[in-house]
Every structure is written in structure tokens, then in C-alpha cells.
């Protein structure tokens, strides 16, 4: 059987984090080439978030210019946020990795192999999916002013204020370059940093059907303590995924909680745009683009959420499922106490005010179209 292991499986998306200078390997960030192009990264990425920041004083009288400017910057912002928490906990990172590397985390027969490329798959498809989205977004949005030919008039990609005359030459090309690469930066590092927090629920929902495969082929096999030795491992498998699941949960918690506030907003405003911007236009297109990658962006946390909490409900089920009828009473009372103890699903939240759910996924929906409706209405009044 070929050997599984987390680290190859997932490797597309630690290898592009390494591209953007947040994934420094075992080695973590010291003085060398690698933090300072990390510093690098980041500065370029934060200064045209600085710079269109300065723009929105200009446009508060103007409801469209100012919520496109307003969602974008809000987006930019988060991104900014998460790439600084990578950089931040890139220990934490580490240990997560050596964690799911270690000996308890990785599939011990071809059936678990089976059970955990089922949802590696899942997220695979996800992954592809959410960056073919934010690429084609990015792509439109870059070169919009191109698109609808409004680059002859020095137009750029997103509002912004400069302390020179950007529309003179060369500093017009030089403008445009820096936005497109620093949009570029963001969307990956968007794709890429959701995606692998994505990868960690993927990996303690595959943990759990580990556990409850272990738990159904607990059998006797003529040793009395044999079934209470196997019993006793799969108990400090439990302990290790519960463990391993708080600190993940800890990991991002506030950056969920984040993001589905920001995705609220920003749902709502780029819907609202869509209904002001003349349809089946470059423009329109690039907005629909982004709604879309948004959706996909939610609906992986909470999704993932969801499978963690049913796979990990069907842990004290399997236990019951095990040969327990003819092991001794010591080892009965044992599978009783894991059964009871195991009873409580394990449960991925934002700081606890709300879990990752599908209920939560259409909660946001409804948040959003809520604030759409007000939107409309202000446009309307107006």
C-alpha cells in the first residue's frame, strides 16, 4: 500500500503559500532571503490598501463609487489580516502539520486510505473551484480598463488616491502594474489561506471516520486483553483529535468570525452594484464573479464545519458497532464510559457566538439580502 501523507496531499496549496511568503517550512522565519521577501510581499500588498483607503474621503457623497470602493477595501483588508496571522503563527502552522504527519493521524489500512481521499476529493474539487473563481474575478477586474477600452484615458483598475499624477506617463504604467500585481497577491492569498484552515476541518472529519473504522473492528480475538488494549488506543486517538480540533478552532476562530461579517457586507454591496452597473457588461460580469467566489468562500467554512460535527456524531455509534458482547466487564464498563464521553460532537465555531454550519451558511444569505434590501431602498429614496 502506498504511503498517505498529508503533507503531499495538500502540497498545491502549501506550495503556493510558500510563493507568497507564507509558508517558510520547518525552518519558520529567520534573517534570511526568505523573511525579507516576506516583508517584501506584505509592504507591496498593504500600500495600495493604504492608497485606496485615502480615496474613499473622496467618493462618501456617491452611493456606487463608494460601495464598490467599500467592499473591495473591506475584502483587501481581511486578506491583509489573514496573511499577517499566518505569518504570525507560522509555529502553530508547523505543529499542525507535524500533528496530522504523526503516526496516530495517518490511515492504517487501504479502507482508511478510501476514507480519507473521499473528502480529500471534496476539498480538491473546492479548492480548484474557489481559485478558478477568484482568478477569473482578479482577471476582469485587472483588466477591465483594457477590456472596455477606457485605458486610453488612463483609467485604472480601482479607485485610488496617489500623492502624484498617476494619469501621466510613465507613472500611469507603473500605477497599473502595482495594482494588478497587489490584486493578485490578495486573491491567492485569499484562495489559498481559506482553503488550507478548509484542509485542517477536512483532516479531523477524516480523523473521525479513522477513529469510528478503528472502533467498529475492535474484535476479541481470544485475548481477554486484547479488546481493552485496542480500546485504549482508540481512546487517546479521541483525546489527540479533540486536542488537535480546539487548537485548530483557536487557530481561526476570530478570522471566521471575521470573514463572515465581511462577506455579509460585501454580498450585499457588490448585489447592490450589480442592479446600478448596465448589464451583461465587463463589469457586471467581474462582480458576478466575485458574488460567486464569495459564495464558494462561505459555504467551504461551513460545509467542512458541518462534516466535522456529523462525522464526529457517528463516533459513539461505531463504538456500539464493535465485538463487545463477549469481552469481560471490566472492558464493557470501559466502551460504556468512551460511549458517553463521545457523545458530544465535535464542533468548529467562530469564538463560540455561532458553529460552521449549513444553517449558519443560510443565515448569512438571508443577512445579506437584508442589507441588499436597504440598500435599494436608500438608491431608490435618493
Given at each position: 500500500?502506498?504511503?498517505f501523507?498529508?503533507?503531499?496531499?495538500?502540497?498545491?496549496?502549501?506550495?503556493?503559500l510558500?510563493?507568497?511568503?507564507l509558508?517558510?517550512?520547518?525552518?519558520?522565519?529567520?534573517?534570511?532571503?526568505?523573511?525579507?521577501?516576506?516583508?517584501?510581499?506584505?509592504?507591496?500588498?498593504?500600500?495600495?490598501?493604504?492608497?485606496?483607503a485615502a480615496?474613499?474621503?473622496?467618493?462618501?457623497?456617491d452611493?456606487?463609487?463608494?460601495?464598490?470602493?467599500?467592499f473591495?477595501?473591506?475584502?483587501?483588508?481581511?486578506?491583509?489580516?489573514?496573511?499577517?496571522?499566518?505569518?504570525?503563527?507560522?509555529?502553530?502552522?508547523?505543529?499542525?502539520?507535524s500533528?496530522?504527519e504523526?503516526?496516530?493521524?495517518?490511515?492504517?489500512?487501504?479502507?482508511?486510505?478510501?476514507?480519507?481521499?473521499?473528502?480529500?476529493?471534496a476539498?480538491?474539487?473546492?479548492?480548484?473551484?474557489?481559485?478558478?473563481?477568484?482568478?477569473?474575478?482578479?482577471?476582469?477586474?485587472?483588466?477591465y480598463?483594457?477590456?472596455?477600452g477606457?485605458?486610453?484615458?488612463?483609467?485604472?483598475p480601482?479607485?485610488?488616491?496617489?500623492?502624484?499624477d498617476?494619469?501621466?506617463?510613465?507613472?500611469?504604467?507603473?500605477?497599473?502594474?502595482?495594482?494588478?500585481?497587489c490584486?493578485?497577491?490578495?486573491g491567492?492569498?485569499?484562495?489559498?489561506?481559506?482553503?488550507?484552515?478548509a484542509?485542517?476541518?477536512?483532516c479531523?472529519g477524516?480523523?473521525?471516520?479513522?477513529?469510528?473504522?478503528?472502533?467498529?473492528?475492535?474484535t476479541?480475538?481470544?485475548?481477554?486483553?486484547?479488546?481493552?488494549?485496542?480500546?485504549?488506543?482508540?481512546v487517546?486517538?479521541?483525546?489527540?483529535?479533540?486536542?488537535?480540533?480546539?487548537?485548530?478552532n483557536?487557530?481561526?476562530?476570530?478570522?471566521?468570525?471575521?470573514?463572515?461579517?465581511?462577506s455579509s457586507?460585501?454580498?450585499?454591496?457588490?448585489?447592490?452594484?450589480?442592479?446600478?452597473?448596465?448589464?451583461?457588461?465587463?463589469?457586471?460580469?467581474?462582480?458576478?464573479?466575485?458574488?460567486?467566489?464569495?459564495?464558494?468562500?462561505?459555504?467551504?467554512?461551513?460545509?467542512?464545519?458541518?462534516?466535522v460535527?456529523a462525522?464526529?456524531?457517528?463516533?459513539?455509534?461505531?463504538?456500539?458497532?464493535?465485538?463487545?458482547?463477549?469481552?469481560?466487564?471490566?472492558?464493557?464498563?470501559?466502551?460504556l464510559?468512551f460511549i458517553?464521553?463521545?457523545?458530544?460532537?465535535?464542533?468548529?465555531?467562530?469564538?463560540?457566538?455561532?458553529?460552521?454550519?449549513?444553517s449558519?451558511?443560510t443565515?448569512?444569505?438571508?443577512?445579506?439580502?437584508?442589507?441588499f434590501?436597504?440598500?435599494?431602498?436608500?438608491?431608490?429614496?435618493d
Amino acid at each position: 500500500m502506498k504511503q498517505f501523507t498529508w503533507k503531499s496531499a495538500i502540497s498545491v496549496n502549501t506550495w503556493t503559500l510558500k510563493i507568497l511568503g507564507l509558508w517558510p517550512g520547518a525552518e519558520l522565519y529567520k534573517l534570511n532571503k526568505y523573511t525579507f521577501y516576506m516583508i517584501f510581499v506584505i509592504l507591496l500588498n498593504n500600500s495600495h490598501i493604504l492608497f485606496q483607503a485615502a480615496n474613499v474621503v473622496n467618493a462618501y457623497q456617491d452611493l456606487k463609487a463608494l460601495s464598490t470602493m467599500i467592499f473591495s477595501l473591506f475584502t483587501k483588508l481581511l486578506t491583509s489580516a489573514k496573511m499577517l496571522m499566518f505569518i504570525w503563527k507560522s509555529r502553530t502552522l508547523q505543529r499542525f502539520m507535524s500533528q496530522m504527519e504523526s503516526e496516530e493521524f495517518r490511515p492504517r489500512n487501504a479502507q482508511q486510505v478510501v476514507m480519507a481521499q473521499s473528502l480529500l476529493k471534496a476539498w480538491k474539487m473546492i479548492y480548484f473551484l474557489f481559485s478558478v473563481l477568484v482568478w477569473c474575478s482578479v482577471s476582469l477586474r485587472t483588466f477591465y480598463p483594457v477590456l472596455d477600452g477606457t485605458v486610453k484615458d488612463h483609467n485604472l483598475p480601482f479607485p485610488a488616491w496617489y500623492p502624484y499624477d498617476h494619469k501621466t506617463s510613465p507613472f500611469y504604467q507603473i500605477t497599473y502594474l502595482h495594482q494588478v500585481i497587489c490584486y493578485w497577491i490578495s486573491g491567492t492569498a485569499t484562495a489559498n489561506t481559506d482553503t488550507f484552515i478548509a484542509a485542517l476541518m477536512m483532516c479531523i472529519g477524516t480523523q473521525c471516520d479513522i477513529l469510528s473504522d478503528n472502533l467498529r473492528n475492535l474484535t476479541n480475538c481470544g485475548n481477554d486483553g486484547e479488546f481493552n488494549k485496542k480500546l485504549v488506543d482508540c481512546v487517546e486517538h479521541h483525546k489527540k483529535i479533540v486536542r488537535f480540533a480546539t487548537e485548530c478552532n483557536s487557530f481561526f476562530n476570530e478570522i471566521v468570525l471575521a470573514q463572515f461579517l465581511v462577506s455579509s457586507v460585501s454580498l450585499a454591496l457588490t448585489m447592490f452594484e450589480v442592479t446600478v452597473v448596465e448589464p451583461l457588461s465587463i463589469e457586471c460580469f467581474s462582480i458576478m464573479g466575485y458574488v460567486s467566489s464569495v459564495f464558494v468562500q462561505i459555504f467551504q467554512y461551513c460545509w467542512f464545519g458541518e462534516e466535522v460535527e456529523a462525522r464526529s456524531s457517528q463516533i459513539p455509534y461505531s463504538a456500539f458497532e464493535s465485538d463487545w458482547t463477549g469481552i469481560p466487564i471490566e472492558a464493557k464498563k470501559n466502551l460504556l464510559i468512551f460511549i458517553m464521553r463521545s457523545q458530544k460532537p465535535i464542533k468548529m465555531s467562530a469564538i463560540n457566538l455561532f458553529s460552521l454550519s449549513l444553517s449558519t451558511f443560510t443565515t448569512i444569505l438571508r443577512t445579506s439580502w437584508s442589507y441588499f434590501a436597504v440598500l435599494r431602498q436608500v438608491n431608490a429614496q435618493d
